[in-house]
């Protein structure tokens, strides 16, 4: 990460030191940098989306609470406390990382306990075909409706006998391309009890997909509409990634290969693009709209209590951050101080905030006190 050089200034003895203080190694340059991008995302959704939830996100500060600044001191990581947070998983780069690590961390532990109890993952993608003239809204209000009638139907229930199904989690997913627009789509993780073949799998879901669609008044056709991974044992870790990403730069290798090609963008990536590009951010906005109020992941009835999981927060809830009882207290800022810093005009400053924290609290103190001139008093 880069800090702030500012030469023939009293403070450049201040910025050596605090060099010193952060000498971070290559993965912690790489963590930091992504930190303080994520941030200068917000910024862009805060722009295209005034008014909006994400637009206070990591900005307002709760009422009655002062704004704190901890470190994870296993982990390293920094959290701010005290400031209110949007949850969306939608338009909010920040929230959805750390909704998506929550629910990373919770699909795993899911897995292990249905393992536990002879039920293994297959992971399914539905889609339709679509063109660039469709709307994101009617586009999943289609989808949505074809798979609940496609669960509803006689036939699925009879799928799911012949897979030994236990359970389902389903997320919804977007990218968008130059060629046929809005890309929605379903990635769901049903557990079973059954041993099966990919292309087994495949074949029974694409009849019911296919006759669903229809009746929305969708087609898919066989290659696209419907992907079936079996993952291997060593890569049930990566199950987590694949159902809650979000718009996130992906990190399972396999389904996601076609996300690095050009012309197909995430929704975080149209938000990056939308400052040199308004059309980008245009579609941003749309997509923006569509997704609003629409339910990020869905467990199947009674999965949860079967896996022995407690009750499911919401993406406010997973947006928060949560202490370990490792925390510490690095300082403490009055809102007066807190404004300060987010309103300083510096780009991605929060980002870069947690990114010097991960240093601890004297390169903290540090950074406030030479960059913004503030003496956090304990
Ligand atoms: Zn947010």
């Known amino acids: 990460m880069m800090l702030p050089v500012e030469r023939n200034n009293a403070k450049t003895q201040h910025l050596g030191n605090l060099r010193n203080l952060v000498a971070a190694t290559d993965k912690e340059n790489y963590i930091n940098d992504k930190k303080v991008a994520r941030f200068r995302l917000l910024e862009s959704a805060k722009r295209l989306l005034p008014g909006w939830g994400v637009d206070y996100c990591m900005e307002a500060t709760i009422p009655g609470e002062s ?9 390293g990581a920094a959290h701010v406390k005290g400031v209110a947070r949007c949850g969306s998983v ?14 990373k961390q919770e ?8 393992e536990k109890i002879g039920y293994r993952p297959v992971l399914v993608t539905l889609t339709a075909s ?19 009638d496609m669960r509803r139907a006689r036939a699925f ?8 199904y236990r359970g389902s989690i389903s997320s919804l997913e977007c990218t968008w391309g130059y060629a046929n627009g809005f890309h929605f789509h379903f990635h769901e993780v049903f ?29 898919c056709d066989y290659e696209h509409g419907v992907d079936v991974i079996i993952p291997k044992q060593d890569d049930y870790e990566l199950v987590g990634n694949y159902i809650a990403k979000w718009g996130l730069e992906s990190e399972l290798s396999r389904g996601d290969a076609k996300e690095g090609r050009s012309d197909h963008f995430s929704p975080f990536q149209l938000l990056a693009m939308s400052e040199a590009k308004p059309w980008a951010g245009g579609v941003f906005v749309e997509y923006a709209k569509a997704t609003k109020g629409q339910t990020s992941m869905r467990w199947s009835r009674g999965l949860r209590d079967v896996l022995g999981l407690s009750k499911e927060l919401t993406d406010k809830e997973a947006a928060e951050a949560r202490l370990s009882e490792n925390s510490v207290l690095l300082a403490r800022l009055t ?8 309103y ?4 991605g400053v929060v980002g870069e905030l947690l990114a010097v924290a991960r240093s601890g609290r004297d390169a903290l103190l540090l950074w406030l006190e030479s960059v913004f001139d503030i003496m956090p008093d304990g």
Do not use: Y
Not at 109 to 114: F, P
């Open 90 to 103: 939608w338009t909010c780069p920040v929230c959805s990382t750390q909704i998506a690590l929550q629910r």
């Open 67 to 75: 704004v704190t600044i901890w470190q994870d001191t296993e982990s």
């Open 191 to 219: 557990l079973v009890s059954k041993v099966l073949q990919p292309e087994t799998v495949k074949n029974m879901f694409f009849t019911r997909w296919e006759r669903a669609l229809s009746r929305v008044g969708l087609t």
């Open 130 to 148: 679509h063109g660039r003239d469709m709307s994101a809204a009617e586009l999943i209000k289609q989808l949505t409706n074809a798979k609940r």
């Open 157 to 164: 229930r009879e799928l799911k006998n012949e897979i030994g």
């Open 344 to 347: 300083s005009g510096r780009s």
């Open 335 to 342: 809102v007066k101080q807190w404004k300060r810093v987010i």
């Open 107 to 114: 699909i795993s532990t899911a897995l292990k306990a249905a």
